[in-house]
């Protein structure tokens, strides 16, 4: 089985621009969630989509969006980009439909640098 | 509101050491508690969980914790360290009462082995 597939895996993009990053959750995995990892906040939840709704949301700006497609594959977008979003974002897929049993398959994640 | 610390951002044994990472929680209800190590450019795996059930729980790769309620605690444990244990171990928290798959994350703990 495939695991969690992120593209593109590495981007470079300057102040202002947005960008896009996409996510293929393991095969008959509805749920997929995305984390923000820097060196000094750790890991953050941006949000979590399950049968395309946002479930849950975390203390992100609005420039942080998400959606998520009737095939379950999932993008983020990120708007207006200031230097401080340069992070790696970890997408996550989950089994479960019920109950916040933590049993998350993350990608490999997205390194976006803003220069 | 829920939170997770990490004693000791980075922890140093030698090959055949006993492993001991820390991890205290505070949470407002029973919570489940999680183990997910990360290997360098790799994303996030699942070590063991805690989901009120047994307080020792097993995990992959000969590692072990035990859920201390009185101590808010879950610390990660492993009888004899391997070089290939040489990464980053995050715990983290979640409220089994909240639909979805949100975390609550460590700042994390860089586990380093020597021979």
């Known amino acids: 089985k495939a695991g969690v597939t992120q593209t593109p895996r590495y981007l470079i993009k300057t102040r202002g621009q947005q960008v896009t990053l996409s996510c293929s959750p393991i095969?008959?995995?509805?749920?997929v969630s995305w984390y923000q990892q820097t060196p000094g906040q750790g890991l953050q939840f941006l949000f979590e989509y399950f049968s395309e709704t946002q479930r849950n949301k975390g203390n992100f700006p609005g420039r942080f969006s998400g959606r998520q497609f009737s095939n379950s594959r999932s993008e983020m977008n990120v708007s207006t980009l200031e230097l401080g979003d340069s992070a790696l974002y970890l997408c996550a897929s989950s089994p479960r439909v019920d109950g916040n049993t933590g049993e998350l398959f993350f990608g490999e994640g997205s390194r976006l640098t803003v220069l | 509101a829920q939170s997770v610390t990490q004693l000791g951002s980075h922890v140093s044994v030698s090959e055949g050491a006993l492993v001991l990472l820390r991890c205290n929680y505070s949470s407002s209800v029973p919570p489940y508690l999680f183990w997910y190590v990360q290997y360098p450019n790799q994303g996030l795996q699942l070590l063991l969980k805690?989901?009120?059930?047994?307080?020792l729980v097993k995990g992959i790769n000969g590692f072990e914790a035990e859920f201390k309620k009185s101590e808010t605690s879950f610390h990660l444990t492993k009888p004899s360290a391997h070089m290939s244990d040489a990464a980053e171990y995050f715990c983290a928290v979640s409220d089994p009462n909240q639909a979805g798959t949100a975390l609550i994350f460590g700042k994390g703990t860089t586990l380093s082995v020597s021979s």
């Open positions: 805690y989901t009120s059930a047994a307080t």
């Open positions: 095969s008959g995995h509805r749920s």
